[in-house]
Protein backbone atom coordinates (compact mmCIF):
# COMPACT_ATOMS: atom_id res chain seq x y z
CA UNK A 1 0.00 0.00 0.00
CA UNK A 2 1.18 3.51 -1.18
CA UNK A 3 -0.22 6.26 0.54
CA UNK A 4 0.32 9.98 -0.67
CA UNK A 5 -0.96 12.77 1.77
CA UNK A 6 -1.14 16.00 0.50
CA UNK A 7 -1.26 19.16 2.77
CA UNK A 8 -3.33 21.87 1.00
CA UNK A 9 -4.22 23.32 4.50
CA UNK A 10 -1.69 24.33 6.86
CA UNK A 11 -3.34 24.05 9.89
CA UNK A 12 -3.07 20.04 9.90
CA UNK A 13 0.57 20.52 10.81
CA UNK A 14 -1.19 20.56 14.34
CA UNK A 15 -0.93 17.18 14.13
CA UNK A 16 2.74 16.92 13.79
CA UNK A 17 3.95 13.67 11.64
CA UNK A 18 0.38 13.29 9.09
CA UNK A 19 2.09 11.26 6.42
CA UNK A 20 2.48 8.84 9.38
CA UNK A 21 -0.77 9.06 11.11
CA UNK A 22 -3.05 8.74 8.00
CA UNK A 23 -0.71 6.06 6.22
CA UNK A 24 -1.37 3.94 9.67
CA UNK A 25 -5.02 4.48 8.97
CA UNK A 26 -5.40 3.91 5.28
CA UNK A 27 -2.56 0.45 6.24
CA UNK A 28 -4.79 -0.87 9.55
CA UNK A 29 -8.26 -0.54 7.09
CA UNK A 30 -6.84 -2.24 4.00
CA UNK A 31 -6.05 -5.20 3.53
CA UNK A 32 -5.47 -7.33 -0.48
CA UNK A 33 -3.24 -6.29 -3.17
CA UNK A 34 -1.32 -3.50 -2.97
CA UNK A 35 -2.06 -0.41 -4.43
CA UNK A 36 -1.59 3.41 -3.58
CA UNK A 37 -4.51 5.89 -2.03
CA UNK A 38 -4.26 9.87 -1.94
CA UNK A 39 -5.55 12.11 1.11
CA UNK A 40 -5.68 15.63 0.84
CA UNK A 41 -5.52 17.29 3.87
CA UNK A 42 -7.93 20.78 2.66
CA UNK A 43 -10.24 23.03 4.58
CA UNK A 44 -13.71 23.36 4.43
CA UNK A 45 -14.03 26.01 1.49
CA UNK A 46 -12.51 22.98 -0.71
CA UNK A 47 -14.57 20.15 0.76
CA UNK A 48 -17.77 22.86 0.31
CA UNK A 49 -16.72 22.99 -3.58
CA UNK A 50 -16.20 19.71 -3.87
CA UNK A 51 -19.26 18.63 -2.03
CA UNK A 52 -21.01 21.05 -4.18
CA UNK A 53 -19.76 19.35 -7.47
CA UNK A 54 -19.94 15.62 -6.64
CA UNK A 55 -22.87 15.49 -4.07
CA UNK A 56 -25.34 18.22 -4.71
CA UNK A 57 -24.74 19.35 -1.27
CA UNK A 58 -24.02 22.91 -0.47
CA UNK A 59 -22.33 22.61 2.48
CA UNK A 60 -18.52 21.73 3.80
CA UNK A 61 -18.32 17.55 5.76
CA UNK A 62 -16.13 16.24 7.67
CA UNK A 63 -14.33 13.40 5.04
CA UNK A 64 -15.25 12.42 0.86
CA UNK A 65 -14.11 9.62 -0.70
CA UNK A 66 -13.78 9.16 -4.12
CA UNK A 67 -13.06 5.54 -5.48
CA UNK A 68 -10.61 4.99 -8.61
CA UNK A 69 -12.25 3.51 -11.64
CA UNK A 70 -12.43 -0.21 -12.15
CA UNK A 71 -10.47 0.37 -15.44
CA UNK A 72 -7.62 -2.48 -15.79
CA UNK A 73 -4.43 -1.89 -14.43
CA UNK A 74 -1.19 -2.67 -16.43
CA UNK A 75 0.93 -5.78 -15.71
CA UNK A 76 3.85 -4.05 -12.75
CA UNK A 77 1.63 -0.90 -12.41
CA UNK A 78 -0.38 -0.96 -9.16
CA UNK A 79 -3.54 0.19 -9.23
CA UNK A 80 -4.69 3.44 -7.39
CA UNK A 81 -7.74 2.68 -4.62
CA UNK A 82 -8.98 6.20 -5.03
CA UNK A 83 -8.94 9.58 -2.87
CA UNK A 84 -9.93 10.72 0.65
CA UNK A 85 -10.59 14.53 1.15
CA UNK A 86 -11.01 15.96 5.10
CA UNK A 87 -11.84 19.37 5.82
CA UNK A 88 -9.45 20.77 8.90
CA UNK A 89 -12.19 23.03 10.81
CA UNK A 90 -15.20 20.47 10.15
CA UNK A 91 -12.64 17.45 11.57
CA UNK A 92 -11.39 20.07 14.57
CA UNK A 93 -14.59 21.37 15.58
CA UNK A 94 -15.88 17.90 15.72
CA UNK A 95 -13.04 16.51 17.86
CA UNK A 96 -13.20 19.42 19.99
CA UNK A 97 -17.08 19.22 20.49
CA UNK A 98 -16.71 15.13 21.17
CA UNK A 99 -13.85 15.82 23.45
CA UNK A 100 -11.86 13.68 21.24
CA UNK A 101 -7.91 14.03 20.07
CA UNK A 102 -7.66 15.50 16.98
CA UNK A 103 -5.35 12.64 15.62
CA UNK A 104 -8.10 10.03 16.85
CA UNK A 105 -10.36 11.82 15.07
CA UNK A 106 -8.66 12.15 12.01
CA UNK A 107 -7.33 8.42 11.96
CA UNK A 108 -11.77 7.46 12.32
CA UNK A 109 -12.53 9.67 9.56
CA UNK A 110 -9.15 7.91 7.33
CA UNK A 111 -10.56 4.51 8.17
CA UNK A 112 -14.00 5.20 7.44
CA UNK A 113 -12.98 7.10 3.93
CA UNK A 114 -10.60 4.21 3.11
CA UNK A 115 -13.59 1.81 3.65
CA UNK A 116 -15.82 3.75 1.38
CA UNK A 117 -13.04 3.19 -1.04
CA UNK A 118 -13.53 -0.37 -0.55
CA UNK A 119 -17.16 -0.57 -1.15
CA UNK A 120 -18.65 -0.07 1.80
CA UNK A 121 -21.13 1.87 2.66
CA UNK A 122 -23.51 3.14 5.37
CA UNK A 123 -26.98 4.53 3.28
CA UNK A 124 -29.34 2.14 5.21
CA UNK A 125 -29.34 0.94 8.55
CA UNK A 126 -27.91 -2.61 8.06
CA UNK A 127 -24.60 -1.86 5.92
CA UNK A 128 -24.33 0.92 8.77
CA UNK A 129 -24.26 -1.46 11.52
CA UNK A 130 -21.34 -3.20 9.71
CA UNK A 131 -19.60 -0.19 8.61
CA UNK A 132 -19.50 0.66 11.81
CA UNK A 133 -18.70 -2.63 13.48
CA UNK A 134 -15.91 -2.60 11.01
CA UNK A 135 -14.49 1.06 11.68
CA UNK A 136 -14.79 -0.15 15.94
CA UNK A 137 -12.57 -3.48 15.14
CA UNK A 138 -9.91 -1.35 12.97
CA UNK A 139 -10.06 1.57 15.54
CA UNK A 140 -9.22 -1.00 18.47
CA UNK A 141 -6.26 -2.34 16.09
CA UNK A 142 -5.01 0.78 16.57
CA UNK A 143 -5.91 1.45 20.10
CA UNK A 144 -8.27 3.94 19.87
CA UNK A 145 -11.87 3.74 21.42
CA UNK A 146 -15.31 3.03 20.03
CA UNK A 147 -16.28 6.43 18.24
CA UNK A 148 -19.41 5.88 18.69
CA UNK A 149 -19.90 5.18 22.11
CA UNK A 150 -22.11 7.68 23.94
Same mark, same amino acid.
Given at each position: ?13 ? $?? #?? %???? =??? !? #? ?14 ? #? ?28 ? !? ?5 ? @????? !?????? !? ?9 ? $????? =? @? ?9 ? &? @?? @???? &? ?5 ? %? ?17
Amino acid at each position: MTTEVLLEEPAWNV $LG #NA %QALV =TSA !V #NAAFTGKPCSVTVLLS #NDAEIRELNKQFRKKDKATNVLSFPASLMP !VPPGEMA @HLGDI !VLAYET !VAAEAEDAQKS $LAHHV =T @HLVVHGTLHLL &G @HD @HEDE &GEAEIME %QKERDILASLGIADPYAT
